[in-house]
């Protein structure tokens, strides 16, 4: 099936500084990538839908100025927590969407990156 | 919007024997109800998936039923084993573009050896 890569898998950083998380399709072309925000034992949060090439659309309630999105490519959409607090520690999924007669012409078939869990000190 | 509850929260069954866990949703526009499995510290993984044409769907130990008028889906697992231990999350989603994808709230499910 379709492989989403999601890095880094684990990051620890201090109050106030900004956590970048890459999320990559790497045998088919995402024009969309969708973030997702996962408390313990919970189920997953959109918080937003990254579209290649133009401005990604936030769920509401979620800060677009602290969760930015970049989907620069086909392949590479990034998700920046800016200014970590504790309360952004979290697991964050990406997961995105083969287009019908892309290699493996999954259609709806949603495939997840193996996760980032946040911890913020 | 859709919504989608999913029971039980919590499931333990004994090694071999059958877990169901089941979906309701309210949007009759949802075509498309896929399951997911996911093991602690990763992200979901597409275990099977069920078409609103298609009333059933087997997969080896693994199978989804459909019943589109009243609304529900369930998975099915047979045999169960203990790596079949993890947190499975239903979904539905109406297809056509990038449609939003709707989660159950999931079910952590125990086999005991």
């Known amino acids: 099936g379709a492989v989403v890569s999601q890095h880094p898998s684990r990051v620890i950083c201090k109050s106030g500084t900004s956590v970048k998380i890459e999320c990559r399709s790497l045998d088919f072309q995402a024009t969309t990538m969708f973030w997702y925000r996962q408390f313990p034992k919970q189920s997953l949060m959109l918080m937003a839908t990254s579209n290649e090439g133009s401005k990604a659309t936030y769920e509401q309630g979620v800060e677009k100025d602290k969760f930015l999105i970049n989907h620069a490519s086909l392949t590479l959409s990034t998700l920046t927590v800016t200014s970590a607090h504790p309360e952004d520690s979290s697991f964050y999924i990406c997961s995105s969407r083969p287009l019908r007669g892309q290699g493996a012409a999954v259609g709806e078939k949603l495939f997840f990156g193996s996760g980032t869990q946040l911890s913020v000190l | 919007g859709e919504n989608v509850e999913q029971h039980p929260s919590t499931l333990s069954v004994q090694e071999g024997d059958s877990a169901v866990i089941k979906c309701t949703y309210s949007?009759?526009?949802?075509?498309?109800f896929p399951w997911y499995k996911q093991e602690l510290g990763k992200g979901p993984q597409l275990i099977i998936d069920?078409?609103?044409?298609?009333g059933e769907k087997k997969d080896q130990r693994i199978a989804v039923t459909l019943n589109k008028t009243a609304k529900h889906f369930s998975l099915h697992i047979t045999e169960t084993q203990p790596e079949d231990s993890a947190v499975y999350f239903c979904a539905a989603i109406a297809s056509g573009g990038y449609q939003k994808v709707t989660f159950g709230t999931g079910t952590k499910l125990q086999v005991i050896p």
């Open positions: 069920i078409r609103s044409n298609v």
């Open positions: 949007d009759s526009a949802s075509n498309y």
